[in-house]
């Protein structure tokens, strides 16, 4: 089964609550219409409900069962507002400052999830990546014994030999500029567990670089060594190898004659860039040349799921994005029972 299927069987059977903050906007009003038809999850939208409800006729699509909350009419926004003050007085956040910033979308939703009156959040079809991690960031925050928030694309190669069958995660394309070698290693690690938590995979995981085992000297390359020696140190049950080149982690017959005897190195299913302008140009490069699906960014670490879209999105990015957001709130729920 392919693994877009699963991830929708597994949200529809156990359907979670997941707010849009963008609720305005086209998009997501025609996803919202889809992913409650098709009973992937129970959307709520957020916005001014007049004009949602005026561009939902004008597109002809009809909300009825989706509930649209507008921040400054919700019996919740003092709650949250007190909520959010408390949270972030340390950091020098005043009650009147609370007071606007809660009534932002992006906040008002990531209290929501805070305060669960919602299991999961996706926004970024019209803000940046920084508009959704800043609030996710000082509200949600990590999950306990991650100390880093990251993300990764599922990108689907249609053709392609690579991972598994053209499917490989591809990780961090969107979060940290410049990790440091011990975020770097929790990146590769994060990565491995939701390749197999959320993927099903057997994870083999590629620490990218220009370099493979030793092939070069500097210390961009030390850095991605450095993180490998780290991530086996932490994780030694994880099949991780670096540093590679993209070469040597994909294609055998590299492996071969670069990183012979390798368990990863050929074979990896997982590709850890050593930073965000290797991560987001790569997955972009290999979206728009070898027209590959890329799902995401998807984040990982945070302690409750909210996911971030590529303005460029499309509606079915929002819908599958939805879906995978639900089912990392069915496997945060399911661990937390043991
Ligand atoms: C992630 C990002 C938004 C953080 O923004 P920032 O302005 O640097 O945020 P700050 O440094 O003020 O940090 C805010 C809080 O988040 C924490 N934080 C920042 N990055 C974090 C991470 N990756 N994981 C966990 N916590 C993190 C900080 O410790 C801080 O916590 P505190 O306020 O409780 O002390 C920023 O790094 C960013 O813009 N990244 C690139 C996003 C992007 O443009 N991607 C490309 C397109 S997809
Ligand atoms: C992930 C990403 O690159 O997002 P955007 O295209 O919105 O900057």
């Known amino acids: ?37 098709e009973g992937i999850a129970t959307i709520i939208m957020i916005g001014d409900k007049q004009k949602i409800k005026s561009k939902s006729q004008e597109l002809g699509v ?29 950091k020098g956040m005043t009650r009147e400052k609370a007071e606007i910033i809660v009534k932002d979308p992006l906040y008002f939703g990531t209290m929501m999830v805070k305060l669960d009156d919602a299991e999961g959040m996706v926004s970024g079809a019209i803000h940046t990546t920084g508009d959704l991690l800043r609030p996710g960031l ?8 991650v ?10 190669v249609p053709g392609s030999k690579y991972g598994e069958e053209g499917m490989l995660l591809f990780s961090d394309c969107a979060v940290n500029p410049n990790p440091n070698s011990d975020q770097l290693a929790a990146i590769a690690i994060a990565t491995a567990d939701t390749a197999k938590e959320l993927c099903n995979l057997d994870p083999k995981v590629a620490m990218l670089s220009f370099s493979t085992k030793g092939s070069a000297d500097h210390e961009f390359v030390d850095k991605v060594r450095s993180a490998t020696e780290k991530a086996h140190e932490l994780r030694p ?28 190195a050929g ?3 997982v590709l850890v860039f050593p930073d965000l302008q290797s991560g987001n140009i790569g997955y972009k490069l290999v979206q728009r040349f070898a027209n590959a699906e890329a799902i995401g960014p998807i984040c ?23 879906a995978i957001t639900s089912v990392q709130a069915i496997i945060k729920k399911e661990y937390r029972r043991y």
Do not use: W
């Open 1 to 37: 089964m392919k693994i877009m299927d699963k991830i929708y069987e597994v949200a529809k059977q156990n359907k979670q609550r997941i707010v849009l903050p963008e609720g305005e906007e086209e998009r997501n009003i025609i996803a919202a219409k889809k992913i409650h038809d």
């Open 62 to 90: 009809d909300l009825t069962g989706i509930d649209i909350i507008n921040p400054i009419e919700s019996d919740n926004l003092n709650k949250y507002i007190d909520e959010f003050y408390e949270l972030r007085k340390k």
């Open 138 to 145: 000082q509200i949600i925050k990590t999950a306990p014994g």
């Open 147 to 156: 100390s880093v928030v990251s993300s990764f694309f599922i990108m689907q």
């Open 237 to 264: 049950d994880l099949d991780i190898e670096g540093e590679l080149q993209l070469d040597a982690a994909i294609v055998q017959n590299v492996a071969d004659l670069k990183a012979p005897g390798s368990k990863v």
């Open 267 to 269: 074979k990896a299913n």
């Open 300 to 322: 990982q670490g945070f302690a409750k799921p909210i996911n971030d879209l590529s303005r460029g999105c499309s509606i079915e990015d929002i819908v599958n994005v939805v």
